[in-house]
């Protein structure tokens, strides 16, 4: 299938709100390249909606190249560049599981690749990831709120959880999440809701990778005295996000970042 690719150069320190902004409007079909530089990256979007790119340009001061691609030559740029990602010792995510071989240590979760979020290359992927492997413990029954393709459900189901849900809005994420989990082998359930409005029942942790206003909209809704992983905040708002949970007398455990990206650890 023919397609616009819309390519576009920016600073580096702003790439987190392109990508936000791309995942606020659920938009998953694009990547992006370090340029030789490391000053500047360059974003790949496909999408035939010229006002969205129009509005990147304004919104960001760039210009904007477009140019006709195939499907597929996006599809398989994209996936010669992924590799084996090691989250931390002893938890990987293997996000091409026909080309790579498991590591033989610890835990490795398999994704296919494809256009739904979450092969886990993302830092905010990979630091709700470690902290899931710090904070689950055996037995645990865990809520994967905006599950993506399943990849933290699944993390979750080898770290010990008893139980996991995967919830998500999207058909395509709904459906991949359930592809992951007989890729893995590992049961959980697979449901669609908007954050927790059709889920009826508690868990001891939930685990929310998600852009920040939508976190902001979960928090509300959570159980008291649960363990809650949040993920996606962007280094500026770090903060707002602290002083937030902190309004809701949640108390924060941890903060983990890694480049443009926070990820908290909160008892509510
Ligand atoms: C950034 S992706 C994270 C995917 C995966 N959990 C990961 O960590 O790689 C966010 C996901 O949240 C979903 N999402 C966004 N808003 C949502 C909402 N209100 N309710 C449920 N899911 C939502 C999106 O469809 C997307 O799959």
Same mark, same amino acid.
């Given at each position: 299938?023919?397609?616009?690719?819309?390519?576009?150069? /920016?600073?580096?320190?702003?790439?987190?709100?392109?990508?936000?902004?791309?995942?606020?409007?659920?938009?998953?079909?694009?990547?992006?390249?370090?340029?030789?530089n490391g000053k500047e990256e360059t974003f790949h979007i496909y999408t035939e909606d010229k006002s969205m790119i129009d509005e990147i340009a304004k919104k960001f001061g760039v210009t904007c190249e477009m140019k006709i691609s195939n499907d597929e030559d996006w599809i398989s740029i994209w996936r010669r560049s992924l590799k084996i990602i090691d989250v931390e010792k002893g938890?990987? /995510?293997?996000?091409?599981?026909?080309?790579?071989?498991?590591?033989?240590?610890?835990?490795?979760?398999?994704?296919t690749p494809?256009?739904?979020?979450?092969?886990g290359e993302h830092e905010t992927t990979k630091l709700a990831a470690s902290l899931l492997k710090t904070y689950l413990k055996d037995g645990m029954r865990v809520c994967d709120v905006g599950c993506g393709t399943g990849v933290l459900s699944a993390i979750a189901k080898k770290l010990g959880a008893s139980k996991v849900?995967?919830?998500?809005?999207?058909e395509d994420a709904l459906k991949q999440a359930r592809e992951t989990a007989v890729l893995n082998d590992v049961d959980y359930e697979v449901k669609k809701s908007d954050l927790l409005l059709n889920v009826n029942e508690e868990f001891d942790l939930y685990v929310a990778?998600?852009?920040?206003?939508?976190?902001?909209?979960?928090?509300?809704?959570?159980?008291?005295?649960?363990?809650?992983?949040?993920?996606?905040?962007?280094?500026?708002?770090?903060?707002?996000?602290?002083?937030?949970?902190e309004k809701?007398?949640?108390?924060?455990?941890?903060?983990?970042?890694?480049?443009e990206w926070c990820a908290f650890a909160v008892k509510t």
């Open positions: 299938m023919k397609r616009k690719e819309w390519i576009l150069k /920016i600073d580096s320190k702003r790439s987190n709100e392109i990508f936000e902004f791309l995942s606020f409007y659920g938009l998953t079909s694009f990547y992006s390249e370090s340029l030789p938890l990987h /995510i293997n996000p091409d599981p026909e080309r790579f071989q498991d590591p033989e240590d610890g835990i490795t979760v398999k994704v494809g256009m739904a979020f979450g092969t849900l995967a919830v998500d809005m999207d990778n998600i852009v920040f206003d939508v976190l902001l909209k979960l928090i509300p809704q959570l159980p008291h005295k649960v363990l809650f992983i949040a993920s996606g905040v962007d280094k500026p708002r770090a903060d707002e996000f602290a002083n937030f949970c809701m007398d949640f108390q924060i455990i941890e903060k983990r970042c890694e480049n």
